[in-house]
C-alpha cells in the first residue's frame, strides 16, 4: 500500500468495526463533514486535492497537512507517522521505514522515526 492510500484510510476515521471496538483518531472527519463526507471549505482557501500532501526524499517522509487537514495535535502527528511508516513497511517488505515529518498548515512541525510506534 502507498503512503497516500494509507493516509486517505486513516482519515476517513475508524470503520463501524472498528468503532465497535472503542478504536478512535485524532485526525478522522476533519478534511470532510460527518454527515455528507464532502470536503469542508475554509475560507480564503482553495480546495487542495487532498487534506495531505506527501513529499517521499531519500531517506524522509514529509507529510504537510492543509487547513482540511483540521488541528493537529501530537497524538495526530504519531498517528500520521505511525501510518506512513506502516505504508513503507507494505510498500517495501523488511526496508527499515524513513523518518517521518508532519507539517502542519500553520507550521508547527512534528517529527518521529516509525519505528518506535506499537506493531499492530
Same mark, same amino acid.
Given at each position: 500500500?502507498?503512503?497516500?492510500?494509507?493516509?486517505?484510510?486513516?482519515?476517513?476515521g475508524p470503520?463501524?468495526?472498528?468503532?465497535?471496538?472503542?478504536? !478512535?483518531?485524532? %485526525?478522522?472527519?476533519?478534511?470532510?463533514?460527518?454527515?455528507?463526507?464532502? /470536503? %469542508?471549505?475554509?475560507?480564503?482557501?482553495p480546495?487542495?486535492?487532498?487534506?495531505?500532501?506527501?513529499?517521499?526524499?531519500?531517506?524522509?517522509v514529509t507529510?504537510?497537512?492543509s487547513?482540511r487537514?483540521?488541528?493537529? !495535535?501530537?497524538?495526530a502527528?504519531?498517528?500520521?507517522?505511525? !501510518?506512513?511508516?506502516?505504508?513503507?513497511?507494505?510498500? !517495501?517488505?523488511?526496508?527499515?521505514?524513513a /523518518? %517521518?515529518?508532519?507539517?502542519?498548515?500553520?507550521?508547527?512541525?512534528?517529527?518521529g522515526? /516509525?519505528?518506535?510506534? /506499537?506493531?499492530?
Amino acid at each position: 500500500m502507498d503512503i497516500d492510500s494509507a493516509l486517505r484510510i486513516l482519515f476517513q476515521g475508524p470503520t463501524a468495526a472498528e468503532g465497535a471496538k472503542k478504536m !478512535t483518531t485524532q %485526525v478522522a472527519a476533519a478534511p470532510a463533514t460527518a454527515l455528507t463526507g464532502q /470536503p %469542508v471549505e475554509v475560507p480564503g482557501e482553495p480546495l487542495p486535492a487532498a487534506p495531505v500532501k506527501v513529499t517521499v526524499r531519500q531517506d524522509r517522509v514529509t507529510v504537510e497537512l492543509s487547513r482540511r487537514a483540521g488541528k493537529a !495535535t501530537r497524538l495526530a502527528a504519531w498517528q500520521i507517522i505511525c !501510518t506512513t511508516g506502516a505504508a513503507q513497511r507494505l510498500a !517495501t517488505p523488511g526496508a527499515q521505514p524513513a /523518518p %517521518v515529518t508532519v507539517v502542519t498548515a500553520d507550521g508547527r512541525r512534528y517529527a518521529g522515526d /516509525p519505528t518506535r510506534c /506499537p506493531d499492530g
